[in-house]
């Protein structure tokens, strides 16, 4: 299948990979079977890749929900978020709706793809970030002209889904692989170890990702490794994961990122791809 241009990321998400796609596509593998993808995000990987089969995965169960929608329900998505108001007001109005859990279970699934991709796009920076129960909680953006109604990228990547085989699925970074084998390449983007104890964000979701899981997903590598699975892994370059990955192959790369609240604060910081293959 031929790339389609228009294929992108239709969600901001904290780490996206749109920046670093010029140094991703300098380590992808050749050749490989099905790609799959435990952490997918906003996608920026699987959507410049387009492969023919995939797995892709999330744990956020509302994000996996926009992605089914797209490719579903792309012409009833588009028609309800034209129907959202760039207002302050409204925003918080349509924010609040998870807060009445009653209310929140009886929403269709394209009212909430539709109500993930405003607040997205409305929000203050654009980010999707919940609290601890789960609660969409990031406040109002106050942008001018924001593009809530993407349709052609929402019909862009509506064809895409519907043409290739992309397996959804909605859970534990291990589980999302059940079916992996020789042959097969997977790409890691996982919460990133924190540089500082004040840089740790995992508001993607109500959960975290802490020491023990990045030990767990290196566990996971060297049994894919063993496999004869090749994977490719972002993280950041702390200490911690330089010796964790030491006997594989790191690439120490730069990324600007802006998820500190403060702006001065914000700027490139060092991150590596570890990779089981040259």
């Known amino acids: 299948m031929k790339g389609n241009p228009l294929v992108a990321p239709v969600l901001k ?3 996206g990979k749109r920046q670093l796609l010029p140094e991703i596509r300098k380590r992808l593998p050749r050749e490989f ?18 492969p023919n089969q995939a797995v892709v995965n999330d744990i956020n169960h509302e994000l996996i929900n926009v992605y089914c929608v797209i490719r ?4 009833e998505l588009i028609d309800h978020l034209r129907g959202h108001r760039n207002e302050a007001a409204y925003f918080y109005k349509i924010r609040g709706l998870d807060r009445k859990r009653a209310v929140y279970s009886q929403i269709s699934d394209i009212e909430r793809a539709s109500r993930i991709l405003y607040l997205n796009k409305t929000c203050y920076n654009g980010l999707f970030r919940v609290n601890q129960q789960g609660e969409f909680n990031a406040p109002f953006g106050r942008y001018h002209n924001p593009n809530i109604v993407n349709e052609t990228g929402l019909r862009a990547m509506s064809q895409y889904l519907n043409q290739a085989r992309i397996t959804f699925r909605s859970g ?6 059940e079916g992996v084998g020789a042959g097969d390449f997977v790409y890691f983007d996982p919460p990133y170890d924190p540089m500082t104890e004040s840089a740790n964000f995992t508001g993607y979701d109500k959960g975290g990702f802490g020491r023990g899981e990045q030990i767990r997903l290196k566990k996971l590598c060297d049994s894919l490794d063993s496999q004869g699975v090749k994977f490719l892994l972002s993280n950041s ?22 998820v500190n609240s403060k702006g001065h604060k914000r700027g490139h910081v060092n991150e590596v791809l ?5």
């Open 13 to 15: 998400w904290v780490g």
């Open 237 to 258: 370059a702390t200490d911690f994961v330089l010796d964790l990955y030491s006997h594989y192959n790191i690439r120490v790369v730069q990324a600007k990122r802006a």
């Open 172 to 177: 534990d970074f291990e589980a999302a692989l």
């Open 274 to 278: 570890v990779s089981n293959y040259n």
């Open 33 to 50: 079977s099905t790609y799959y993808e435990p952490f997918l995000g906003g996608g920026a990987v699987l959507f410049f890749l387009q």
């Open 72 to 75: 579903d329900n792309v012409e």
